[in-house]
Protein backbone atom coordinates (compact mmCIF):
# COMPACT_ATOMS: atom_id res chain seq x y z
CA UNK A 1 0.00 0.00 0.00
CA UNK A 2 1.16 3.37 -1.02
CA UNK A 3 1.08 6.08 1.90
CA UNK A 4 3.34 8.56 -0.03
CA UNK A 5 1.14 11.95 -0.37
CA UNK A 6 1.88 15.29 -2.57
CA UNK A 7 3.26 18.48 -0.98
CA UNK A 8 0.14 19.35 -2.70
CA UNK A 9 -1.75 17.13 -0.47
CA UNK A 10 -0.30 18.20 2.81
CA UNK A 11 -0.59 21.66 1.68
CA UNK A 12 -4.48 21.18 1.31
CA UNK A 13 -3.93 19.56 4.78
CA UNK A 14 -2.13 22.62 6.39
CA UNK A 15 -4.94 25.22 5.08
CA UNK A 16 -7.34 22.96 6.46
CA UNK A 17 -6.54 22.68 9.99
CA UNK A 18 -5.05 26.12 10.27
CA UNK A 19 -8.87 27.56 9.24
CA UNK A 20 -10.17 24.85 11.72
CA UNK A 21 -8.22 25.42 14.73
CA UNK A 22 -8.30 29.25 13.81
CA UNK A 23 -11.89 28.90 14.04
CA UNK A 24 -12.02 26.96 17.02
CA UNK A 25 -9.32 29.23 19.19
CA UNK A 26 -11.80 32.65 18.18
CA UNK A 27 -14.73 30.26 19.50
CA UNK A 28 -13.19 30.21 22.48
CA UNK A 29 -11.84 33.47 23.10
CA UNK A 30 -15.48 34.60 21.77
CA UNK A 31 -16.85 32.73 25.10
CA UNK A 32 -18.46 33.96 27.68
CA UNK A 33 -17.47 31.36 30.15
CA UNK A 34 -14.38 29.03 30.24
CA UNK A 35 -12.94 26.51 32.21
CA UNK A 36 -9.30 26.51 33.17
CA UNK A 37 -9.25 23.41 30.56
CA UNK A 38 -10.97 25.57 28.09
CA UNK A 39 -8.61 28.06 28.28
CA UNK A 40 -6.00 25.33 27.90
CA UNK A 41 -7.70 24.12 24.47
CA UNK A 42 -8.02 27.65 23.32
CA UNK A 43 -4.06 28.27 23.53
CA UNK A 44 -3.47 24.43 21.95
CA UNK A 45 -5.74 25.80 19.24
CA UNK A 46 -4.01 29.07 18.80
CA UNK A 47 -0.87 27.44 18.26
CA UNK A 48 -2.28 25.18 16.41
CA UNK A 49 -3.26 27.78 13.99
CA UNK A 50 -0.19 29.30 13.63
CA UNK A 51 2.10 26.39 13.25
CA UNK A 52 -0.20 25.31 9.78
CA UNK A 53 -0.15 28.99 8.65
CA UNK A 54 3.19 28.87 9.31
CA UNK A 55 3.97 25.98 7.00
CA UNK A 56 1.40 27.22 4.07
CA UNK A 57 0.04 30.80 4.89
CA UNK A 58 1.73 34.15 3.83
CA UNK A 59 2.82 36.99 6.13
CA UNK A 60 -0.78 38.10 6.48
CA UNK A 61 -1.94 34.62 7.57
CA UNK A 62 1.31 34.35 10.70
CA UNK A 63 -0.21 38.52 11.65
CA UNK A 64 -3.62 37.34 11.87
CA UNK A 65 -2.35 33.78 14.22
CA UNK A 66 -0.69 36.16 15.88
CA UNK A 67 -3.87 38.18 16.73
CA UNK A 68 -5.40 34.94 18.17
CA UNK A 69 -2.75 34.13 19.60
CA UNK A 70 -2.12 37.16 21.69
CA UNK A 71 -5.99 37.54 22.40
CA UNK A 72 -6.00 33.61 23.54
CA UNK A 73 -2.47 34.89 25.98
CA UNK A 74 -4.25 38.10 27.55
CA UNK A 75 -7.33 35.73 28.53
CA UNK A 76 -5.25 33.09 29.38
CA UNK A 77 -3.58 35.21 31.89
CA UNK A 78 0.11 35.61 29.94
CA UNK A 79 0.23 39.12 29.74
CA UNK A 80 4.06 39.01 28.25
CA UNK A 81 3.32 36.82 26.12
CA UNK A 82 0.77 38.38 24.83
CA UNK A 83 1.81 41.66 24.70
CA UNK A 84 4.83 40.09 22.24
CA UNK A 85 2.30 38.62 19.57
CA UNK A 86 -0.12 41.57 19.84
CA UNK A 87 3.09 44.08 18.65
CA UNK A 88 3.91 41.98 16.31
CA UNK A 89 0.23 42.10 14.68
CA UNK A 90 0.43 45.51 14.97
CA UNK A 91 3.59 46.18 13.54
CA UNK A 92 2.67 43.98 10.64
CA UNK A 93 -1.15 45.63 10.16
CA UNK A 94 0.57 48.80 10.01
CA UNK A 95 3.33 48.77 7.46
CA UNK A 96 1.15 46.18 4.74
CA UNK A 97 -1.71 46.14 3.22
CA UNK A 98 -4.66 44.51 4.97
CA UNK A 99 -8.57 44.38 5.55
CA UNK A 100 -9.59 47.26 7.62
CA UNK A 101 -10.60 44.89 10.23
CA UNK A 102 -7.42 43.32 10.42
CA UNK A 103 -5.80 46.88 11.92
CA UNK A 104 -8.91 46.90 14.61
CA UNK A 105 -8.26 43.47 15.79
CA UNK A 106 -5.05 44.34 16.00
CA UNK A 107 -5.09 47.44 18.21
CA UNK A 108 -7.75 45.58 20.05
CA UNK A 109 -5.37 42.78 20.75
CA UNK A 110 -2.55 45.06 22.09
CA UNK A 111 -5.22 46.78 24.06
CA UNK A 112 -6.34 43.07 25.78
CA UNK A 113 -2.54 42.36 26.44
CA UNK A 114 -1.92 45.98 27.91
CA UNK A 115 -4.44 45.57 30.39
CA UNK A 116 -3.92 41.93 31.21
CA UNK A 117 -0.21 43.53 31.92
CA UNK A 118 -1.95 46.18 33.92
CA UNK A 119 -0.48 49.26 31.17
CA UNK A 120 -3.15 51.25 32.11
CA UNK A 121 -1.57 54.14 29.45
CA UNK A 122 -0.65 51.45 26.51
CA UNK A 123 -4.19 49.89 27.28
CA UNK A 124 -6.41 53.04 26.65
CA UNK A 125 -4.13 53.89 23.79
CA UNK A 126 -4.89 51.16 21.88
CA UNK A 127 -8.80 50.70 22.98
CA UNK A 128 -9.11 53.84 21.47
CA UNK A 129 -7.41 53.20 18.56
CA UNK A 130 -9.65 50.07 17.61
CA UNK A 131 -12.55 51.64 18.35
CA UNK A 132 -11.48 54.96 16.05
CA UNK A 133 -10.12 52.39 13.36
CA UNK A 134 -13.50 50.26 13.38
CA UNK A 135 -15.23 53.51 13.16
CA UNK A 136 -13.89 53.96 9.81
CA UNK A 137 -15.30 50.41 8.11
CA UNK A 138 -18.05 50.75 6.43
CA UNK A 139 -19.13 47.50 5.54
CA UNK A 140 -22.12 46.21 7.86
CA UNK A 141 -21.28 42.98 8.30
CA UNK A 142 -17.60 43.65 8.87
CA UNK A 143 -18.60 46.70 11.08
CA UNK A 144 -20.93 43.88 13.29
CA UNK A 145 -18.33 41.69 13.83
CA UNK A 146 -15.72 44.15 14.76
CA UNK A 147 -18.11 46.13 17.47
CA UNK A 148 -18.87 42.19 19.15
CA UNK A 149 -15.35 41.82 19.19
CA UNK A 150 -14.28 45.22 20.67
CA UNK A 151 -17.22 44.77 23.57
CA UNK A 152 -15.48 41.41 24.59
CA UNK A 153 -12.69 43.63 25.80
CA UNK A 154 -11.69 44.83 29.19
CA UNK A 155 -12.38 48.60 28.82
CA UNK A 156 -10.18 51.18 30.19
CA UNK A 157 -10.49 53.25 33.42
CA UNK A 158 -12.91 55.93 33.00
CA UNK A 159 -13.81 54.87 29.60
CA UNK A 160 -17.29 55.94 28.01
CA UNK A 161 -20.17 53.34 28.69
Same mark, same amino acid.
Given at each position: ????? =? *??????????????????????????? +? =?????? +????????????????????? +? !????????????? !????? *?? *?????????????????????????? /????????????? +?? !? $????? /???? /?????????? /?????? *??????????? $?
Amino acid at each position: MDHTR =T *LEQIADWHRWFAVECNNAAWDLIGAEH +R =TPPDDQ +RMLDLAHAAAFHWGQVGTPLN +R !ARADVALARAHAL !AGDAG *LA *LAYAQQSVDYFEHNPCEEWDTVFAHG /ALAHAAAAAGDHE +RH !A $AHYAR /AHAL /AGRIDEAEDR /AIVDAD *LARLPQPEGWP $A
